[in-house]
């Protein structure tokens, strides 16, 4: 058995959590999410490795039409995505572009480049932060009232993307940093290089009707979303 826990958290919308070390020792665990269009479709934020597991579950999801990059340091997986599945779209920030190892790889949107508010055809809403450090995308799944994201919010410790291990969960030297943790205001304000942008697109993002957060790193927060994303950038929304 693999160390991925893959569940869907709502109708049509599958996780792939699993162990991940930040810098080989901090552990903010790793996730990527498949979600099934209204067309029967399938767009994808790759953000873990395509194991025999993950491919064989979103398989069954249906035909991977679009392949997501979350932000600038969510590109590692990108190139083997690709490779899986040819005939997709692939979109990312074009700060991620920029970082990618595999040159080969052609995009066919890029977050930063192309005109602010495009579409690219996958979404119900997104919004690009061009003012957060790692230029992040926000995703909401309307139907499901689920938002999607990397690195705007975290929620450590990684319960459940280490549960098929034997490893200890908790950050050395803080221990949890979730939305209402004294830390995690503290780290999205420095994490904000444009402060008026990220006044702008917070409140954006908070505007959005849904209930439940998908991070990248850390648990999913089931219920009460909105106030889990108010108290992470209180000092954005209180300006």
């Given at each position: ?220 927060i089931e219920s009460d979303g909105k106030k889990a994303w108010r108290e992470a950038y209180h000092y954005f929304l209180r300006l």
């Amino acid at each position: 058995m693999g160390d991925t826990v893959i569940r869907e958290v709502v109708k049509d919308v599958w996780i792939f959590s699993r162990p991940f070390t930040r810098s080989g020792f901090v552990p903010i665990g790793g996730r990527s999410t498949a979600i099934r269009m209204k067309d029967g479709g399938v767009w994808v934020l790759a953000s873990t490795p395509l194991n025999e597991e993950t491919k064989a579950r979103i398989d069954q999801m249906g035909p991977v039409r679009y392949i997501v990059g979350a932000d600038a340091v969510h590109h590692l997986f990108l190139s083997e995505f690709k490779k899986a599945y040819p005939t997709a779209k692939l979109i990312a920030p074009q700060a991620a572009i920029d970082r990618v190892a595999d040159k080969s790889l052609k995009f066919d949107g890029a977050w930063g480049r192309d005109p602010p508010g495009t579409r690219y055809g996958f979404e119900d809403e997104h919004c690009y932060f061009p003012g957060f450090f790692n230029k992040d995308v926000a995703f909401l799944h309307g139907e499901s009232k689920v938002l999607i994201e990397a690195d705007l919010l975290f929620n450590l410790p990684c319960n459940e993307q280490y549960s098929k291990v034997r490893k200890p969960i908790n950050v050395p030297l803080i221990g949890s940093m979730g939305p209402s943790s004294w830390l995690h205001p503290r780290f999205t304000w420095r994490m904000g290089t444009d402060k008026e942008a990220m006044k702008r697109d917070v409140k954006t993002v908070y505007s959005w009707d849904f209930n439940k957060i998908i991070p990248c790193h850390g648990d999913v927060i089931e219920s009460d979303g909105k106030k889990a994303w108010r108290e992470a950038y209180h000092y954005f929304l209180r300006l």
